[in-house]
């Protein structure tokens, strides 16, 4: 008997009684977001766009509570989004500063992108397969990210040969979190071989997040007492002789060294290219992995990885989110080869080995080397502007925090960086807010790298138009 697939002649009905309603809202809005140009959108940010037709939204009392924000009868959440703008279920039209979830860097369905995955469908590659066959994609996206972490302007031809480059790829893992784990595990696993019946310290900044794994959990304080013999020591960024104490007391114990470039989980907070170098050089007198988690960072600048910035070459690096600009997921860890001790079971996902996610990673990262110095550009010109609003509102704004696109504005009072977000949201300016751990008060951005200039003056404007309309005092 053939296989039936009459359903999919109407896909609404695969969305149940209202399926054909939000379907019609569905294409209305996709033909608004494709019709309307950059600029008559950006006039419409905030805004219903009533030619969209309005649909009972399915309610969402299923899902899990932490995802059940609002009105469970009525929701807002996603209809349909393109490029740097996006639809609500509502039809209100936002401009999304953050990139998603901080993973689209060429924003919601790219054309670009979806080109190439359509291409490389048609072409037969498929879009997962097993381990021990990884494919063309696969290993030539691994080629890929390690030239793009090595020397630039040139280094030894062969980096499979030389012990101190990123030279070996584990692509087979799903997510971020699946990569730190593996980048965990792989430190432990060092460590006992190494210094066996010691217990590891690890290195930390106070405010990481390297996932969901449970040891990264444990980065960030969580489940403590189920961590017996690993130590975790959590240092402020940036605090360099807290940094040197941390090696200095645990003299002989400490495994690694972890952190990301930016803290887009703690206020955007930059870390320096001194604290880094030091924390280089400690690592390699106590034989301690550097690790250096690019999930954020990663694919959001010219030179593709930020470590680059910092002359540095960690041990190991994280890399996820953008690399796919968020299509299927597919994360990767780049380690040194003296790093290579785990077995095939220990580190895979049954969804990590993606080639037509690869394929669509080394699009992403040709878009990005394609468009270095516009993106150079437009990060230098966002920084600017920027600058203006601690300048024109210095009692309400202490710093600009981050760097090139990821960047975030450090008020104050938590008070204040609620009462903005807020009205950010109201002005149809979809950003995030860091005001939920003591200290924090921080309104975050990630700018996809479809913006331009004209993008950043209505960012920056309307941030300077909302601090206007409340006020100094
Ligand atoms: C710095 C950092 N590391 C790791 C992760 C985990 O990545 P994923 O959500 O893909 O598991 C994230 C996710 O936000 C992240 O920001």
């Not at 006039?43 to 899990?64: C, F, M, N, Y």
Request: aromatic residues 8%.
């Amino acid at each position: 008997m053939p296989m039936k697939s009459k359903s999919f002649d109407r896909l609404s009905s695969l969305l149940g009684d209202e399926g054909e309603r939000i379907w019609a809202a569905l294409q209305a809005a996709r033909v608004y977001l494709e019709q309307t140009d950059e600029r008559d959108l950006l006039r419409h940010i905030g805004k219903t766009i009533e030619s969209i037709p309005s649909a009972k939204h399915l309610d969402k009392r299923l899902i899990q509570a932490s995802y059940v924000k609002g009105p469970a009868e009525a929701p807002d959440d996603l209809l349909t989004g393109q490029g740097l703008f996006y639809l609500t279920e509502q039809r209100r039209l936002f401009l999304d500063c953050t990139a998603g979830h901080y993973q689209m860097t060429w924003g919601y369905n790219s054309p670009e992108l979806t080109r190439v995955a359509r291409l490389a469908m048609e072409a037969g590659i498929v879009w997962d397969d097993h381990s021990d066959i990884p494919g063309n994609p696969i290993k030539c996206l691994a080629a890929q990210l390690v030239r793009v972490a090595g020397p630039h302007g040139g280094g030894p031809a062969n980096p499979a040969e030389d012990d101190g480059a990123l030279n070996t790829v584990n692509l087979g893992v799903c997510t971020g979190s699946s990569a730190a784990s593996t980048a965990l595990k792989i430190i432990l696993k060092y460590f006992e071989a190494t210094r066996p019946g010691a217990g590891p310290v690890i290195v930390t900044m106070n405010g990481n997040y390297h996932g969901m794994d449970f040891l990264a959990q444990r980065l960030r304080g969580m489940w403590e007492k189920y961590f017996c013999s690993v130590h975790v020591v959590g240092i402020e960024p940036n605090d360099t002789a807290a940094l040197r104490r941390a090696f200095h007391e645990h003299e002989g114990r400490v495994a690694a060294f972890f952190a990301e470039p930016i803290l887009m989980n703690r206020e955007a907070i930059l870390l320096e290219k001194g604290f880094l170098q030091e924390a280089r050089t400690l690592c390699d007198e106590a034989d301690a992995a550097m690790v250096i988690d690019e999930i954020q960072t990663g694919f959001w600048r010219p030179e593709v990885f930020m470590f680059h910035q910092f002359d540095i070459v960690p041990d190991m690096l994280i890399v996820g989110k953008g690399m796919t600009s968020g299509f299927h997921p597919l994360a990767a860890l780049l380690f040194k080869r003296k790093y290579d001790c785990l077995e095939q079971y220990d580190a895979i996902n049954t969804n990590g080995n993606a080639p037509l996610a690869a394929m669509v990673a080394l699009g992403c990262l040709s878009l990005v080397e394609q468009n270095g110095n516009r993106l150079a550009d437009l990060s230098r010109y966002y920084e600017d502007r920027l600058r203006e609003i601690p300048q024109e509102h210095p009692n309400r704004v202490a710093a600009i925090h981050g760097k090139g696109l990821l960047a975030g504005v450090k008020f104050r009072t938590v008070a204040d960086a609620l009462s903005f977000h807020r009205r950010c949201l109201e002005r149809g300016l979809w950003v995030r807010v860091h005001a939920y751990h003591e200290g924090h008060s921080t309104v975050l951005t990630k700018l996809g790298l479809l913006a331009d200039r004209e993008v950043v003056d209505v960012v920056v404007n309307t941030f300077l138009d909302i601090l206007r309309e409340v006020g100094d005092e």
